[in-house]
């Protein structure tokens, strides 16, 4: 089968403490780091058995993986296997980069996210230039508050014209329509971001040809509803792989709603829909 897997082990720690972010500045133990290394060890040997499968794999942590280096580790290793399509992982970018010359950069890719306040400018455009470089695929965005739109404007135009700037919106921020308009100018794809995506009953691909892994193995449809649907390391879970409609009232995240069936966003995303890479940057002038 073709499955698209996002993994989320317990590792909590984040170098940064974002106040508008959930992965906000933690320290997690020893033995803490040594739990999640080991599941995540576990993790990636189940992939690399998975060989009558093709998979792709979005790395979605509380934390900020890249700074340890198992994940660097891990992510490198998988990328070289025939049967991974993609291998992804949401980062703020303040790890090293040469890791990323022993990775296969066409099966590898970045969603990287700019945090103002967070690091210097430049120091966050130079990671950006060196990925380029590199030959890394990769997106870069912000979460769209008031005091992060100078800074959005200026990645904008600092950027290379391929790589996709996207807009978050901002968790309990409403947008007025001229508000809005400013940020769309940025990223025309952010209507589908600023309100929540009604979802109730509607056909999701999560839970048939998605899912969503823990720490434990423990699969769900996908982060957002809890309902268990076996374990991956068993393989219960295959049993529980059908479609089905979307259990909850509304979808408000991107690595949610990007999955739902109603609307078009596999083929605007085509080829790069767990790293945020539309298939054609779209463009708006301000």
Not at 17 to 28: E, G, L, T
Request: contains cysteine; neutral net charge; proline residues 7%.
């Amino acid at each position: 089968m073709d499955l698209t897997v996002l993994y989320r082990g317990p590792l909590a720690s984040c170098d940064y403490d974002c106040p508008y972010c959930p992965f906000a500045k933690r320290r997690d133990s020893t033995s803490q780091l040594r739990a999640d290394r080991a599941a995540l060890r576990r993790f990636a040997d189940w992939a690399t058995r998975q060989r009558g499968d093709h998979l792709s794999l979005l790395f979605t942590p509380w934390g900020e993986g890249l700074v340890r280096s198992w994940y660097r580790d891990t992510l490198a290793d998988l990328s070289h296997l025939p049967h991974i399509r993609r291998v992804a992982i949401q980062t703020n970018l303040s790890c090293r980069t040469d890791w990323l010359d022993t990775a296969d950069r066409d099966t590898l890719a970045l969603w990287c996210t700019y945090h103002p306040g967070q690091t210097p400018y430049d120091r966050f455009l130079a990671k950006c230039r060196d990925l380029a470089e590199r030959g890394v695929r990769y997106s870069v965005g912000v979460v769209g508050l008031p005091d992060h739109l100078p800074a959005a404007r200026r990645l904008r135009d600092d950027l290379p014209d391929h790589v996709y700037l996207w807009i978050n919106a901002a968790e309990g921020h409403t947008y007025r329509d001229a508000e809005a308009e400013e940020w769309t100018a940025l990223d025309p794809l952010f209507p589908y971001s600023r309100t929540p995506h009604t979802s109730a009953g509607l056909p999701c691909r999560t839970g048939e040809s998605v899912i969503s892994v823990d720490g434990e193995g423990t699969v769900r449809r996908c982060h957002f509803v809890s309902a268990e649907l076996g374990n991956l390391y068993d393989g219960t879970y295959r049993a529980a792989l059908r479609p089905r409609p979307c259990p909850l009232a509304v979808c408000d995240c991107h690595i949610g709603y990007v999955h739902l069936e109603t609307l078009p966003l596999y083929d605007v995303f085509a080829g790069g829909v767990l790293e945020r890479i539309p298939a054609a940057v779209p463009r708006k002038g301000r």
